[in-house]
Nanobody
Framework: QVQLVESGGGLVRAGESLRLSCAATGSIVKINMMGWYRQAPGKERELVATESRGGSTNYADSVKGRFTISREYTNNTVYLQMDSLKSEDTAVYYC????????????????WGKGTLVTVSS
């Protein structure tokens, strides 16, 4: 069973920084894609950033130049460094993984964490 556990959310002021972490647990050998999505109140969930196992990254236009995604492959962890935060970044941030190899199986489906709340005050 694969589980994703996020941490690092909180309340910050506009212009400040936060770093989110997400650890994937289970008998994991490797993960194809890991990333972050967010959902603001009253809005649909949207992509923030993803990183493939080959190192290719993809960012939402709204966070380019301010957020940086990175991965630690040895411990199946993904990070999101968020700088110059704005009030519109306020949302629940969800970790996501797609394409997980465990010691016994391959899971093509997406896994989601429970989310961590980021609140940016103006």
């Amino acid at each position: 069973q694969v589980q994703l556990v996020e941490s690092g959310g909180g309340l910050v002021r506009a212009g400040e920084s936060l770093r989110l972490s997400c650890a994937a647990t289970g008998s994991i050998v490797k993960i194809n894609m890991m990333g972050w999505y967010r959902q603001a109140p009253g809005k649909e969930r949207e992509l923030v950033a993803t990183e493939s196992r080959g190192g290719s990254t993809n960012y939402a236009d709204s966070v380019k130049g301010r957020f940086t995604i990175s991965r630690e492959y040895t411990n199946n962890t993904v990070y999101l460094q968020m700088d110059s935060l704005k009030s519109e970044d306020t949302a629940v941030y969800y970790c996501n993984s797609v394409g997980v190899w465990t010691t016994t199986d391959f899971y093509a489906m997406a896994y989601w964490g429970k989310g961590t709340l980021v609140t940016v005050s103006s």
